[in-house]
């Protein structure tokens, strides 16, 4: 019975794995999807039922578990160094010439590709895959077995009972990476961040949909070196070879690891010739003598973008590990192997201190403070971390010097940790408690939140929204004004706006009469807001404009009959709604049974704000202009005086400014526009004439009641 349990498990073992192979690696598949899964859960039944026949290296195990991983930390049996790195052509012609120089023997080099992604160091026994640990600080890192398992091109086991250690990089593809961080609202600047943050997730089920991807690049001696070479060096491997690094990596194609298809091999035509097989079997191997070594580097360069992962550099390696150990190492790096990096850091900081944020709805971001640095025109001296995941991935600790970029004109981001701090700070972790309430935090997805509406922070985040542009746009009350109100207790949430008396400001430093005026008007005129604006200026958590439109165009015109409808607490009234899903119905419901955000209603409607939405005079007043800031400038047709363009303007959200500055995003050109159009075209600002900025505001009456085109 029991053997007949086994080679059941066996063979279906074996059948999974062709199959799989047919349609990941061949995409040829010869069986349906659902024969595929039945075979698949067959097999995953038999394991459940007879754990004891259960195989380690079975496919099954790539699906990954729902369990808390742990990451126990484990040391390395060979540190891991860095590499050294040169950034010209020429420091590495004199970094050969240095070699050959220092050593008897012929030399003969490699090129690798350096990807960047997250190191791994994998651990087999006995050709089973028992272990897969970080980098961490070189000589301890963590064990993320578990997540490294789901990885499809990691061999589970070798066709060879060999126990070593094998070095790696796992890294996505740029394209996976596109499409799979569009759905993280874009948080990861760059793929290896984005790797490094999946291989770090607690739940290895969530690692195994992800496209990682891995490259095999050194095979070193699972057993410690006492006395040997030391930390960094390479250590012939015990696999039953002549100990060149060439047939290392013929090899480890051998045992099914993922190789680069294209290496760069560097030596004397003699020695090329003894490989002719060897190349054979690697088409995209190139075998060169020494002094081409630079052109292929060059061509090399030319070629990164066409690879489809990223590179940030390329590694050139001695291939005799009889040198390699002469050579030895630093306590830095090894000196048999030199990094050759495509491009500096865009620059370098550190980190002063990382705080924490918490923002309306309660989400908390980590925020780094670094000493400040220009990129790409501007001084960086605040950077988001946004999440603890990652925090993790990039491993990041106050002190730590850091590269930061400025892709493009998107926000900054620190992009590796470039050197440790000294003093021992250990990687950030986000506090258990709210910075601003100390109320638990608790997480949610990706995210941690802080769970009291009443907290501080979430209030003050809460009302800056509130009266921000794009929502009710009260001009005078910005977040620093916010502050101060909410310090001298005059405000304590939304409704407030409306029911404090101004004048109280009247003898506080920095509120003269005319302050005090602009803010009354600014208050005033937000009681004009439409019913969509105001309601989606709640903040409240995915209510946001586009659910305010959909409710809307659905009939839940004013806020009378959605809370009718959030009254009767039927998810199906909400998900019915085309483009409103099962998450969203349920924060509607919730929040609009909530007493606090119902009286926060009352005293808004009290107010005479619009709570109901009147086709005609609300669409017209749609509001496209929201964010913009428009300058106008010479007469007009259609605006006479051309204040009533200003209007307009206003009235879709937008904002008008007497004279252009850099925030000017918009000039409208009248006749005669004067010196203002010289200065847009400078600022960077869009020139917008008559015509077009009619088509923009669509139906346009003029006061005197003419239709105008
Ligand atoms: S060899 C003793 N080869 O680069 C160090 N490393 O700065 C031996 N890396 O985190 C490293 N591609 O993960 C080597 N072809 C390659 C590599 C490579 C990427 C990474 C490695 C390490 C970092 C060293």
């Known amino acids: 019975m029991s053997g007949d349990i086994q080679s059941l498990i066996d063979s279906l073992v074996k059948d999974v794995e062709r199959h799989q192979d047919l349609y990941y690696k061949r995409a040829m598949p010869e069986i349906s999807d659902m024969e595929y899964d039945a075979m698949f859960n067959r097999l995953l039944e038999l394991e459940k039922k007879y754990p004891q026949y259960a195989r380690q290296d079975s496919p099954t195990k790539r699906v990954g578990s729902d369990l808390d991983n742990k990451f126990p930390e484990v040391s390395h049996p060979v540190p891991m160094l860095s590499l050294d790195k040169l950034y010209v052509p020429e420091e590495l012609e004199e970094w050969v010439g240095k070699i050959e120089r220092d050593n008897e023997e012929e030399l003969s080099l490699l090129v690798e590709e350096k990807v960047d992604g997250s190191t791994i160091v994998l651990h087999y026994e006995a050709g089973f895959l028992v272990r897969a640990v970080t980098r961490g600080d070189g000589y301890t890192g963590n064990d993320i077995t578990e997540n490294v398992r789901t990885i499809r091109d990691i061999p589970l086991s070798l066709p060879e009972p060999v126990t070593a250690v094998f070095r790696g990089e796992i890294y996505i593809n740029i394209d996976d990476f596109n499409a799979l961080n569009k759905d993280k609202e874009n948080i990861y600047a760059n793929p290896r961040n984005f790797s490094a943050g999946c291989l770090r997730r607690k739940k290895s089920s969530e690692v195994s949909g992800i496209p990682l991807r891995s490259f095999v690049y050194e095979w070193f001696s699972g057993k410690r070196q006492e006395g040997g070479p030391g930390p960094g060096s390479a250590v012939p491997p015990d696999g039953g070879h002549s100990g060149l690094h060439i047939e290392v990596l013929h090899r480890m194609t051998q045992l099914g690891f993922n190789v680069w298809p294209d290496i760069g091999f560097f030596s004397s035509p003699l020695v090329q010739e003894k490989y002719e097989e060897m190349f054979k079997a690697h088409p995209g191997w190139v075998r060169r003598s020494l002094s081409d070594i630079s052109d292929y580097i060059d061509r090399k360069m030319g070629k990164r973008e066409s690879l489809g992962y990223e590179i940030d550099g390329l590694v050139v390696k001695v291939n005799d590990y009889k040198t390699r150990i002469k050579m030895g190492h630093t306590s830095h790096h090894p000196r048999w192997a030199i990094a050759f990096k495509f491009k500096a850091p865009q620059a370098v900081s550190k980190i002063q201190c990382i705080e924490t944020q918490v923002g309306r709805t309660g989400r908390v971001t980590p925020v780094a403070r670094i000493e400040p640095v220009r990129i790409s025109g501007s001084t960086v001296s605040n950077v988001t971390l946004h999440n603890q995941d990652y925090c993790t991935s990039l491993d990041i600790a106050v002190g730590d010097v850091v590269a930061v970029s400025r892709r493009g004109d998107v926000i900054p981001a620190v992009e590796e940790v470039l050197e440790k701090n000294e003093k021992g700070n250990k990687t950030y972790l986000i506090n258990r408690n709210c910075p601003s309430c100390g109320t638990a935090l608790v997480p949610d997805g990706a995210h941690i939140f802080c769970p009291n509406s009443n907290c501080p922070a979430r209030v003050f985040g809460r ?247």
């Open 463 to 709: 009302i800056s929204f509130f009266t921000s542009r794009g929502q009710m746009d009260i001009e005078n009350l910005g977040s620093e004004t916010i502050k101060r109100l909410m310090e001298l207790g005059l405000i304590a949430d939304i409704p407030d706006i409306y029911y404090f008396d101004p004048d109280a400001l009247l003898g506080v430093e920095g509120f003269g009469e005319k302050k005090i005026q602009l803010i009354k008007d600014g208050i005033k005129r937000s009681k004009k807001k439409p019913y969509d604006v105001v309601l989606a200026s709640l903040g409240l958590d995915d209510i946001g404009p586009k659910a305010v439109e959909l409710l809307i165009d659905d009939g839940y015109g004013s806020i009378d009959v959605l809370l009718d409808a959030a009254g009767q607490k039927n998810m199906e009234i909400f998900t019915g709604i085309h483009g409103i899903g099962p998450r969203t119905a349920e924060k509607i419901i919730h929040q609009l049974n909530d007493p606090a955000v119902q009286n926060m209603i009352r005293k808004l409607k009290a107010a005479g704000l619009n709570f109901s939405y009147e086709r005609g005079r609300d669409e017209a007043v749609r509001q496209v202009f929201s964010g913009e800031v428009w300058c106008v400038t010479g007469s007009f047709e259609n605006f006479k005086p051309r204040e009533l363009a200003m209007e307009e303007v206003k009235k879709r959200g937008g904002r008008v400014t007497s004279n252009i500055t850099g925030k000017t995003t918009h000039l409208l050109a009248g006749i005669n526009p004067g010196g203002k159009l010289a200065k847009a075209k400078k600022s960077g600002a869009l020139v917008v004439v008559e015509e077009e900025f009619l088509k923009r505001i669509g139906n346009y009456a003029a006061p005197s009641g003419e239709k105008q085109q």
